[in-house]
């Protein structure tokens, strides 16, 4: 983008003979139709998107009703006593924290290796392939592996089992553990990002003031990049609200919270079985059981204006900063009051 | 100064201090966990599916038979007479996943081409501006949201006002067309991966040195013949990496496509002309999502473990041929 705003003004030359912008009369027709399907392309992208804001909206308003943010699903045939989906919003909340506490640390860990130490070099290209086969393995067979895990008998401490002892492998302790796999890709490759914009004379000089890497990381790089490590958090939420697959194979399909028999209650709760916003959806719509679709449509609005909120977020937290960061002086200026510390 | 401070400051220099050594070896160490996940990942599935594969030789990728009847007989507990418990002919769920992903990704391709040359050259500000959000969002809608639209909404409008009587007849005896086919998981398919491909696309476009397209304009060539010759030439490795990128996502979509692609292990029949666009097909991750309540049942576990392995090797295939692409980028000095 920063090529075209250079390329629009330039050449001086070409002003000087065309004063504006260069006109596509000139151009023979077939560039002409290449121009014009570019706008069409950009423009039907647009469409679409306005098409399904609008639509889910106005669904959405139509059917959503405050008492089904605050009600608990039923069981019922019934559509009206059905109840409302305030056990999957929870859900949604509890899965999407549990990720990102699994996920963020360790993701700033491995860019922080990843860029800071790196050696073996061998090994680190390793890790680097390693994170990107992670995001590239479709969401279901992470979640089938996760199943697979969890429910060997040693593991069977995080989730509820099954009356006959059985380790079903399903919590929200195993589903959050698989969701903060989608979210690390993510995080690690903003954080990298952020890693390697960070000029090296901030390293040096936190070498020459006697400091090990260690503490240049800690005090220096990760003060430095945390707009990046928070953007690529909120990127990584959106992934973990909006995957349907891990929630109901590791969650369960049920609709509410189910907490198994024992003493500990919170912990009890994550070592049940429950549901979120995007398996609610998929249990309401004609694929699922439930069949309900006004309250299907009600929740996928939810869902929506939870996403445009963690867009809107991350465009708050990377685009501001891009906007000023001319060069990475932005990002000097941000670390100025730390250095004076 | 003391001295210790002193010396301690000539060994970090040397990046020798013992605290810092113990943060090396714990960042390592997260760093092998990572690989033996990924290790362990690859080897647990396929052990798993083993079973699968060496029930039915080769001919697990054949066709043959029914294969929704054969995953019923598993879930059911009732092998199919005359076979084994673990009997599969996979092909009309590979076909299924083929079928759908490809066109997606060309529809996928040309559009968001254009898209991030609009976005990068033509776009006043103004719609660039629009066009950004726009496109975060679309790659933000999560993927159950476009099943449940296309399921709700436009499955209904192809079943009413685009088959044909005469379509419906023409094949009413081999299967039944409903509004979730075939063209409606590839319109929604492609419409979710069009966004990040604009995305990478637009990033290669925009990191083509400027001073290339100026020299091509130096010389009298028109806007649209300098993007397609030089910048589209020079970010055409990028153009492959996300093309790539956007195949291993659209493999591995299973909630969207299990919701509209009609969910039947049908041969879909492009020599059907039109018809073949209304058609249902059933691909292998939606498959695994839509019968993951039988990973329970021995056989079933070891057939649905069995299409996740195709779909880890095919992802991995997919994660390299990325990567080798994004070397030839490297070459130029430029970073996509």
Redesign the interface.
Known sequence: ????E??AP??A??QVMRPGR?S?A??PLI??A??W??????I???L??LA??V??FVKGISYLRPNLLVQSPAPSIQENQAGGFFDPIVGTLILTAIGIVIAAP?GV??A???SE?G?PAG??R??E??????A??????????G???FSQSFLGFLSENAADG?VTGQSFITAGAIMALLALPLIVGAAREGLTQVPDRMREAS?A???????T?RRVLLPAIRPNIAGGVVLGM?RI?????IV??LLG?TATKTEPVGSVPVFNVLRGTGSTL?SY??YN???GEGNA?EK??AA?FV??MI??A??FA??RITGGRKKANGGGRLLLRRLRPGWSK | MPAGAAHRSVRARLGGVGGDRRAERLLGALAVATLVLIAAMAVTVFIKAWPSFQANGLSWFGSGGNVDAQLRAMDEGMPLPGHSALYIRAWPLIWGTIITTIPAVLIALAVSTLAAIFLTEFAPDAVRRTLDPVIRLLAGVPSVVYGLIGILALAPLIENHLISEAQRTSVHFVVQLEGADLMLAIVILAVMITPIMVALIAAALASVPSAWKEGSAALGVNRWRTIVRVSLRTARPAIVAATVLATGRALGEAIMLSMVSGSRGFLANPLDGITFLYEPVRPLAATIAQESGGLTIGPMAHTLYAFAAVLLVSAALLSFAGWAAKQSLKRYGIRA
């Open positions: 983008m920063m090529a075209a250079e390329l330039a050449p030359g070409l260069e596509t000139s151009w560039d002409r290449g121009y399907l570019c706008w069409a392309a950009g039907a992208l647009c679409i998107a399904i804001v639509f889910m360790i860990a491995l922080a290796w990843l130490y050696r090994l680190a390793a890790v392939s390693a994170v990107e086969i992670i590239g393995v479709p969401s279901v067979v992470l979640a089938i592996f199943l697979l895990i059985a070498y003031l006697g400091k090990t890497r260690a503490t990381i959106g609200v909006g995957d349907t697959a109901i194979i399909l995007t959806v998929y719509s004609p694929a679709h299907a449509y996928a869902l929506l996403v445009l963690l867009n991350v465009t």
